[in-house]
């Protein structure tokens, strides 16, 4: 055989080695996820190398996935596409162009990436707000909020804040041609985090009198307490997100210290049940036997939550940890829509917290996916997966429907 044509057979059973993984049987279009999944981790095994060699932060090579998928605020026929700044928070605004004769309905949607990486810039989101705008004929805010770890909690949080404070009152509504008793507040993923402490503090907030309507959660992370619930534990290693990549974005989240993240990655800032949080995350009561499975709950032998809650008071904050408030709060907050996927580290914190507003009167439309984390996001070539077409139709119609 020629030297070339083996070096070439080569090169491709190793590049079939690294892209291929086994997945669930039930998954649809396992080559494709495998393509995501694989772009992915390359990205983290070079931020790993990069970190190692004293190059730049895991984050910074995590950030060009960001980059790679940039667009610039284009309108076109039907949509006015601007960046401009509410409350001095970076914000892409999408308003429909045709005229309307009566008030219009508004989504404020707030972007995924582990409060480490995206933005409203990201074609993927761009694609879902356009689609958004389209369906709805509403008018659309994504937020730039500034990014860990540059800016660790509550910065991201707080930006967030902003931008919904400054578009919820009564003369930027007008502005608008908003009608103030048809806003959504919508996120996915980190920004499905963000979107629900957001809305959770609008409750409380005496300068508000404009609330949303509708909050949609699309595979939020709610608490970085238990990163060892069933999902956690089974989905470990999925595609796309695995738990140590989430446990970086957690511990990333609140501080750039490495203890954090081991702490995380041991399990050992559970709560420990003389905690009063204890019931808000404990488990073996809040999720249907099917999730549970044969898992057992285990006590850690020796929690250092007192300890990081000390240094790091994020990790016990609500506004950080949505699922962390009890039920009193919960029955105030508006009508909910929580996208949940089987093969997720995070499937149990949205399926927890579903259950729980469920219990405390909230009406909420849950919808459960078999496939991974993000795979919403996954629309387009190469990866253009059918069930992320089907994930945002029933979102976007949810939207419809309810707002
Ligand atoms: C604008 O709206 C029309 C009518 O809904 C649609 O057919 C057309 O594809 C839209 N244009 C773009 C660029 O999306």
């Known amino acids: 055989m020629a030297p070339k044509l083996l070096c070439f057979l080569i090169i491709s059973v190793l590049v079939a080695y690294y892209i291929y993984r086994p997945l669930p049987e039930n998954v649809e279009e396992g080559w494709k996820v495998m393509i995501a999944d694989s772009f992915l981790r390359s990205l983290g095994h070079l931020g790993s190398l990069s970190e190692l060699l004293g190059l730049g932060h895991y984050m910074d090579v995590m950030m ?18 601007t960046d401009t700044t509410f409350n001095k928070v970076p914000v892409r605004l999408y308003v429909p162009k045709k005229k309307s004769n009566k008030l219009r309905r508004a989504v404020i949607f707030i972007h995924g990436g582990g409060w480490c990486i995206g933005s409203p810039a990201m074609k993927t989101y761009d694609r879902l707000t356009r689609w958004t705008v389209e369906r709805l004929d509403a008018i659309v805010v994504s937020v730039d909020y500034r990014l860990a770890p540059k800016y660790h909690f509550p910065v991201p949080f707080e930006d967030s804040y902003a931008v919904v404070k400054f578009f919820l009152q009564k003369e930027v509504l007008t502005e608008y041609g908003v009608d103030p008793n048809r806003i ?10 963000l979107a629900a402490a957001v809305t959770q503090q609008l409750q409380d907030d005496a300068e508000v009198d404009i609330r949303p309507k509708i909050q949609a959660l699309i595979y939020p992370a709610l608490q970085p307490l238990d990163l060892d619930t069933p999902s956690y534990r089974d989905n470990g290693h999925m595609p796309i997100l695995s738990k140590s990549l989430m446990v970086k974005f957690w511990s990333e989240y609140f501080t750039s210290d490495k203890s954090l993240f081991n702490a995380m990655s041991s399990n050992s800032l559970k709560l420990t049940e003389s905690s009063h949080l204890f019931p808000f995350l404990y488990w073996p009561a809040l999720l249907p036997e099917k999730m549970k499975k044969i898992h057992t709950y285990s006590h850690s032998l020796q929690s250092r939550t007192p300890e990081f809650a000390k240094k790091y008071p994020g990790i016990l904050d609500p506004r950080a940890a949505p699922l962390l408030v009890d039920d009193a709060k919960l029955s105030r907050l508006p009508q909910t829509y929580i996208l949940t996927c089987m093969y997720d580290v995070l499937r149990d914190d949205g399926v927890i917290y579903a259950q729980r507003l469920r219990k405390a009167g909230v009406e909420v439309t849950h919808d459960q996916y078999d496939t991974f984390h993000g795979a919403m996001t996954f629309v387009a070539f190469p990866t253009d997966l059918s069930i992320g077409h089907t994930m945002t139709d029933r979102y976007l119609n949810w939207l419809n429907e309810k707002l």
């Open 64 to 81: 060009l996935y960001t980059d790679f998928d940039f667009t610039p605020p284009t309108s076109d026929e039907n949509i006015t596409v």
């Open 184 to 193: 959504c507040i919508a996120g996915d993923s980190a920004g499905g985090n």
